[in-house]
């Protein structure tokens, strides 16, 4: 080995020493390292600013949250040592666990607690729904506060342990006071790694050391809950856009772990005896239509594409092999998720093009220009769209594909005007569980009528049905409600799904509690080698 | 003395144009920075008041006065998308492109001149034939295609290079330099066909001037005739070397793409993605400015090639 | 464009003897080999792309996901791409993309720096800000000015062209400005001028039949160039919109696969490689059938 290596060095340059050009002298830097190829680049270090699962994954790693879901998806308190309410439900104390610091050492308080509490209550959709129920927070001592809702809300621990979209991270007062209008650019939290700012290379790389200040819960990790004591000194987050590149260098032991294989590299890594692949998490695609616009501002003509969408085509287009994907999944709520239901499902379960002509017909579409936006620089978003476009023509629909990066498409989809005036009427996107798996988690299902979604989709009924289900008195009520609400969402079409696949991760063999990875996020507390 | 601070004054209108067109070009962009940077969820009032707080609602030429003033006091902005100042950005990225592009042109001038000069030595020979070809051959072959073909050879059929990335000279200059080789092979080839093209035209006329000749006539040898000849034929050259350091610039950004290295040419192709304006337009002002600053050294130089040259 | 020397081994060969026959034709063909090479293989090229509807074996843009990455079969000579398109009906398109792009670029970066190159050669005036502006758009690297333009317009194969026009203008300005100056001080249109022609038509008489043939060559190797950048700005995912099936689109879209589908970038770069191969050959047997003495200077 030292041997080619050499070799190689000689016939390049003729003479380097042999010592420098070992793989040691490459790699390590002091101490127990993990280095992971992240899913995306890391461009905003506020959490509580955009729901980008890559700026989430940064918030898990420098703050910690008051609740957290555990494997099971139960909540569990984390930074809370007690908590206590009311028989009525409204009113709350929760403790915070003695000892929590930030890691400038300063210690976790109440107001701490409430100021973030209170930013996030402006930001995410359980945030906004505990403030519809009248919630109100105050200071007992530094470690206690208690809160108090007008109305009784039965699901505060699953807003509190929200996993996705926006977690309630806990943030320093000084922090979460900030105004909301633009991203927090510093991090300071009591989570269990620091961010090393001097070290980060956006577009490149981030670097994250172990929180010396972190107190960890005595009960072993499961889901976010538990310990998140890390076995390791530093975590490197490498960006690498390049699969070839990304998936050569885990072959080459350059790195250990890849946060999200890109399907096309499943098999021949599955082939590498030295790589393990695994499945991590499932995920959603979806179809967003313009319910301003003609021609699916006619439910009819929504109706129509859901009719003639093939989910295992739009999957395959994306990359994902047969056994990443399912050949169709009958919920908005994720398959195999608490909240899995087939309500309503039964008549969209096979792509019907004739059926889909029938509606499209019904709908009076005139042959409007049907405005896709197909972004370009991700790979699975462009075989989406592409084969949006595809389902369009086929039932005869008149298809204008506009081409752009995916910065362009969040730009252009906030626009309201009409489709040939520089707005649009379809586009793809993907969501991972936590933000698919409810009336209320899932973002395209969420917002009321008059709300600021992209495609603004109003359904007086859906909208009735949501406020039902988040006051169900108890699970069976919450079942039936959930159901109902399914089954109109089925008929009114606020988006589409088009499939439910896994994503796959892939780690060296010598990095051990792979299996302890949950919900498609790299806990790396959960890792060590 | 009066003719460096003469060519000096000089470099100022083209950097000024420079600064307008770089300037103006990016604002006329219809990608909402604000909007892109807010999010997914955002609502509209978000955006807009992100917009304000980038100062993104301001008229252009205000913008622009703001932008030039900064400028003077070294001062490049903030990134819009991650709010590190721009200077910072480049700091973290300098380092690779400027490995890539001083090696390159290493590579280049020890290869390139020889190889020339030899083939105008030798005109009409198979090694001045293969010479062209290889010349014509590099013009013609697209960069990143030429860099796959490397990268499938030299790094995944036999692993003796790293497929990507750039490991820092800190860290070793071997394992420094085995990161760059590829992409500095990748990077070389076309300025090496330039080079030598240009070698080889400028030396063959020089070969058939009469006071060569007469030194070949007077029993010279061989090398002395040729550095007799290099050294006339230097000024046209350092000229295309000059000239072709745009081209080398350009070509960065292509091999890091294609190598996935961290550098400014990597940085510039990212920013345009994201419409982040303060980074594309540092990078396009200040490759503009090395390539001018570039020539004007080389320009300043001539007298020391040609003493000839009068200023 | 790049300075390039050109007379390859035939400048400097001895001259042919002449004991044998050969036809006129055969002698002038022999004189200019490159020439006949590059017009042949372009010509080649051409043919596939006019004709592209006829040859090509399926829709270039038909996708079929369920078919996707397929090796060059009887049915995808090429193979199919990570859509399931046809890689061969794509890249016979593509070469339509690249030849438009070429001739367009050539010709209109040619017309323009004509027009801009003559006023600042005879209209004192002009020439130090025509100048200015050229050397300020030259000193900005071409490919990462037109890289800039193409984020700020949409992407289209007509706002590609023009982000290629850009940075290649200054070059023909340059060029024609030069000869422009030398032509100035000739005696012919010190005559004409004298006699008190007007300067268009001094200008269209007896300067621009004097720059037909170093023009000529110039917008050759424009044409190679404005290709390769195409093909470059479409690779990095800022050029023709992806839609449209182009060679430079083409490897964007395989690049991601390199390891496991080569097949992908590797025929649409093998032809862009010939196509640009030839337009230089073409380059540098027009330089030296019509003029060797410009090896220096193009």
């Known amino acids: 080995m030292m041997k080619r290596r050499t070799l190689a060095a000689l016939a390049a340059f003729g003479a380097f020493t042999l010592g420098t ?138 807003a509190l342990a929200k996993p996705s979209g926006y977690p309630a991270f806990v943030l320093p007062e000084r922090l979460a006071k900030l105004p909301t209008t633009s991203p927090i650019n510093e991090s300071l939290g009591s989570g269990p790694f620091i961010f090393k700012r001097d070290e980060w290379v956006p577009g490149n790389k981030a670097v994250f050391v172990r929180n010396p200040q972190y107190v960890p819960r005595t009960e072993a990790p499961s889901g976010l809950a538990g310990s998140k004591a890390s076995k390791f000194d530093r975590v490197e987050w490498l960006y690498l856009p390049d699969s070839n590149s990304s998936v050569a260098a885990l072959q080459r032991g350059e790195v250990d772990y890849i946060e999200s294989v890109p399907p096309d590299y499943i098999a021949p890594l599955r082939a590498n005896k030295d790589i393990k692949v695994g499945s991590g998490g499932s995920f959603q695609a979806f179809l967003v239509l313009n319910h301003l616009h003609p021609p699916f501002n006619n439910i009819k003509a929504r109706q129509a594409f859901q009719a003639a969408v093939n989910q295992e085509k739009f999957l395959a287009a994306m990359g994902y092999p047969p056994d990443m994907r399912m050949a169709y999944c009958h919920t908005f709520f994720i398959c195999g998720s608490p909240n899995d239901t087939a309500a309503g499902s039964q008549a969209w379960a096979k792509p019907d093009l004739a059926k889909a002509k029938a509606l499209l017909a019904e709908s009076g579409y005139k042959g409007e220009k049907v405005v896709i936006l197909v972004p370009t620089d991700i790979t699975y978003h462009n075989g989406s769209a592409l084969m949006a476009a595809q389902t369009l023509r086929s039932i005869g629909m008149n298809v204008d594909t506009q081409s752009m990066d995916w910065a362009s498409v969040t730009a252009r989809r906030a626009k309201k005007e009409a489709p040939s005036a520089g707005g649009w009427n379809v586009y793809v ?79 060296r063999t010598n990095i051990k509690g792979l299996d302890k990875l949950w919900g498609g996020m790299p806990l790396v507390w959960m890792l060590d080698k | 003395m009066g003719y460096i601070l003469r060519r000096l004054v000089a470099t100022l209108p083209v950097m000024a144009v420079v600064a307008i067109v770089v300037f103006l070009l990016i604002h006329l962009s219809p990608g909402d920075p604000a909007a892109l940077i807010a999010g997914d969820l955002a609502t509209e009032e978000d955006i807009r008041n992100l917009r304000e707080t980038l100062g993104l609602n301001q008229p252009i030429w205000q913008q622009f006065m703001i932008w030039i003033g900064k400028l003077a006091t070294g001062d490049l902005g903030t990134s819009i998308f991650t709010q590190v100042p721009v200077t910072t950005l480049l700091g973290q990225r300098i380092e690779p492109t400027l490995s890539i592009a001083l090696v390159t042109m290493l590579i280049t001038v020890v290869l390139a001149i020889p190889l020339g000069t030899l083939a105008a030595y030798r005109a009409g020979s198979l090694i001045d034939r293969l010479v062209m070809i290889f010349a014509v051959l590099a013009f013609s ?20 290079f790293p497929v990507q990335g750039y490991v820092g000279f800190s860290e070793g200059a071997g394992p420094w330099l085995r ?88 940085l510039v192709v990212d920013s345009v993605q994201r419409h982040d304006y303060p980074v594309i337009q540092s990078v396009l002002l200040l490759s503009a400015g090395v390539y001018v600053i570039i020539n004007l050294l080389i320009d300043l130089s001539y007298r020391l090639f040609d003493p000839r040259i009068q200023y | 464009m790049m300075p390039s020397s050109a007379p390859s081994a035939l400048k400097n060969a001895p001259p042919g003897d002449g004991t044998v026959f050969v036809p006129p034709r055969w002698r002038w063909a022999r004189k200019h080999p490159t020439l006949i090479l590059g017009a042949v293989l ?74 801009l190159g003559l006023l600042a050669g005879f209209v004192r005036r002009l020439d130090g800000i025509v100048m200015r502006i050229m050397d300020g758009l030259m000193a900005i690297p071409g490919i990462l000015l037109a890289i800039a333009l193409m984020a700020v317009i949409r992407a289209s194969l007509t706002t590609v062209i023009v982000a290629i026009i850009v940075p290649e203008v200054p070059r023909v300005v340059r060029l024609v400005r030069s000869l422009a100056l030398t032509l100035r001080e000739q005696l012919f249109v010190e005559a004409a001028h004298a006699v008190g022609t007007r300067l268009p038509t001094i200008l269209l008489r007896h300067v621009l039949p004097n720059m037909v043939a170093p023009l000529v060559v110039q917008a050759t190797f424009i044409a190679a160039s404005a290709v390769l950048l195409e093909a470059a700005l479409s690779f990095l995912g800022v050029g023709v919109p992806p839609t449209t099936p182009s060679w430079g689109n083409m490897m964007a879209e395989g690049r991601n696969f390199v390891a496991v589908a080569f097949h992908i ?18 380059g540098d047997g027009l330089r030296d059938a019509l003029d060797p003495r410009l090896a220096r200077q193009l």
């Not at chain 1, 610091?101 to 509490?117: M, N």
């Not at chain 2, 796959?148 to 692993?159: D, E, K, M, S, V």
């Not at chain 3, 090429?78 to 670029?105: C, E, K, P, Q």
């Not at chain 3, 970038?265 to 490689?273: D, K, N, R, S």
């Open chain 1, 21 to 158: 050009l070992s793989p040691q002298a490459m790699a390590q830097a002091p101490g127990k390292t993990l280095r992971m190829v992240a899913h995306a680049d890391l461009k905003i270090i506020d959490p509580t600013f955009t729901t980008a699962y890559i700026s989430r994954n940064f918030g898990y790693m420098v703050y910690d949250t008051l609740f957290s879901q555990d494997a099971s998806g139960k909540p569990q308190p984390q930074m809370v040592e007690k908590y206590s309410q009311s028989d009525d439900h409204k009113q709350w104390t929760f403790t915070l666990r003695p000892g929590l610091k930030f890691s400038d050492d300063s210690a976790v308080t109440s107001a701490d607690a409430i100021a973030s509490l209170q930013r996030w209550t402006s930001r995410d959709s359980f945030g906004r729904a505990m403030v519809a129920g009248g919630v109100e927070w105050k200071a007992v001592d530094p470690r206690t506060f208690t809160m108090t809702l007008a109305q009784p809300f039965s699901m505060v621990l699953d």
């Open chain 1, 429 to 507: 996107t993907v969501a991972g569980e936590f933000d698919a798996n409810s009336p209320v988690t899932n973002a395209y299902l969420s917002p009321a009528c008059g709300n600021s979604l992209p495609g603004w989709p109003c359904d007086k009924q859906l909208d009735e049905l949501r406020t039902a289900w988040l006051q169900s008195a108890n699970a069976t009520e919450r079942k039936q409600r959930l159901d109902a609400f399914q089954a109109r969402a089925f008929e009114a079409v606020p988006y589409i799904n088009a499939g439910q696949y896994s994503m796959a991760y892939a780690a």
């Open chain 2, 141 to 160: 072959v697209p960069a990143f295609l030429v860099g796959y073909l490397l990268i499938y050879g030299f790094a995944i059929r036999l692993p003796w």
């Open chain 2, 179 to 266: 990161s760059i080789v590829l992409p500095c092979v990748n990077l070389a080839l076309v300025y090496i066909a330039l080079i030598t093209r240009m070698t080889r035209a400028t030396v063959l006329e020089v070969l058939h001037e009469d006071y060569i000749r007469t030194a070949r006539a007077k029993g010279l040898g061989v090398l002395s005739v040729l550095l007799h000849a290099l050294r006339n034929a230097a000024v046209p050259i350092a000229t295309t070397v000059g000239m072709g350091i745009a081209l080398l610039i350009g070509g960065v950004v292509v091999t890091e793409t294609v190598f996935a290295i961290p550098g400014a040419g990597r």
């Open chain 3, 42 to 115: 372009l010509l080649v090229v051409a043919f596939v792309a006019l004709a592209a509807p006829w040859i090509a074996t399926h829709d270039p843009q038909d996708i079929d996901p369920l078919a996707r990455m397929q090796l060059p079969s009887s049915e995808h000579w090429f193979g199919t791409d990570a859509l399931g398109r046809d890689v061969f009906s794509r890249t016979v398109w593509g070469g339509r993309v690249s030849l438009i792009v070429g001739i367009s670029v050539a010709s209109v970066s040619a017309l323009l720096g004509v027009v």
């Open chain 3, 265 to 282: 970038i590797l025929y649409p770069g093998v032809l862009l490689a010939v196509t640009v191969l030839a337009i230089n050959l073409l």
